[in-house]
């Protein structure tokens, strides 16, 4: 499941029915794409958000019925017309790209919901639409594992963060534990820092537990790909927590043992 930025995309997944497979590529390159344009390279703020009109105007394109010449945006045209796709999961997305070139900290945890309601819900969504599901329980449970996947792809990822000038823990609760943003700047490694990040795994861990009766209600592959998402982002959690919440030098990874741990779990969901 582990691909560069978007970790917790099935790209050709071995679970994922080969007929879908061109149409979550198309979707994975069109994210990706959108993806490195707001956070890699050299570009400035108003070059980045130049280069994201660009996607957002090829979507334009594809409602218009107009032929993308981008191969990118052409392949996400054509898999938008094989399943019916909707278009808003994608400008969703581009809305949080964007937000990534102009803001660099939240305030609190609804504003960091919300930012994961546009950078990680869309794909769950976009998901269940190319297995024709889409009942609001079930987009209800989808959005509450992929943001919860959001969030502990941000846990595990705050000394990278930091080094691009972003802190995607909420201020509030930084105050709440006396962490500062010059400790985090320090991998400063402390008892209030721990207290910290016990909290947000606890948060985290919470919020994919109440999506993650969705997994045994879908049937078939999409239901098995789900709970193993699930298990693997359970199973980053306890990585953490057995660092020490010291992710800034054991960073969680997962290997073998891991996968069949999560796979032994995913049977007994």
């Not at 979550?24 to 570009?43: L, N, Q, T, W």
């Not at 909707?86 to 790209?97: C, E, I, T, W």
């Not at 989808?142 to 909420?170: E, H, M, T």
């Not at 910290?196 to 795994?201: G, H, I, N, T």
Request: with cysteine; glycine share 8%; net charge neutral.
């Amino acid at each position: 499941m582990a691909v560069d930025h978007y970790e917790n995309f099935p790209v050709a997944s071995i679970l994922l029915p080969r007929r879908l497979v061109p149409a979550v590529e198309a979707i994975y390159a069109f994210a990706r794409g959108a993806d490195d344009v707001a956070d890699e390279g050299d570009a400035t703020p108003p070059e980045r958000l130049a280069a994201l009109a660009a996607y957002e105007a090829a979507l334009d394109d594809i409602v218009a019925g107009r032929a993308p010449a981008n191969p990118v945006f052409a392949r996400l045209a054509a898999a938008v017309a094989a399943h019916g796709l909707p278009l808003h999961p994608l400008r969703d997305l581009l809305s949080a790209f964007r937000q990534d070139v102009v803001t660099t900290r939240y305030p609190d945890y609804p504003a960091l919901l919300d930012y994961c309601r546009r950078s990680a819900d869309p794909v769950g969504r976009l998901m269940l639409a190319l297995y024709g599901v889409g009942g609001g329980a079930e987009l209800r449970d989808a959005d509450a594992v992929c943001s919860a996947l959001q969030l502990i792809n941000f846990w595990q990822d705050v000394g990278i963060d930091i080094g691009k000038g972003r802190i995607y823990l909420p201020q509030e609760d930084l105050l709440r534990f006396g962490v500062s943003e010059a400790d985090i700047a320090a991998h400063a490694d402390t008892p209030a820092w721990r207290a910290l990040m016990a909290f947000e795994v606890a948060r985290a861990r919470a919020l994919m537990l109440s999506g993650a009766p969705l997994a045994t209600r879908l049937p078939g592959r999409i239901g098995w790909e789900l709970r193993l998402v699930i298990q693997g982002g359970l199973r980053i959690l306890e990585r953490i927590e057995a660092a020490g919440y010291d992710v800034y030098r054991r960073r969680p990874q997962l290997g073998k043992r891991d996968y069949l741990v999560m796979a032994w779990r995913a049977l007994r969901m």
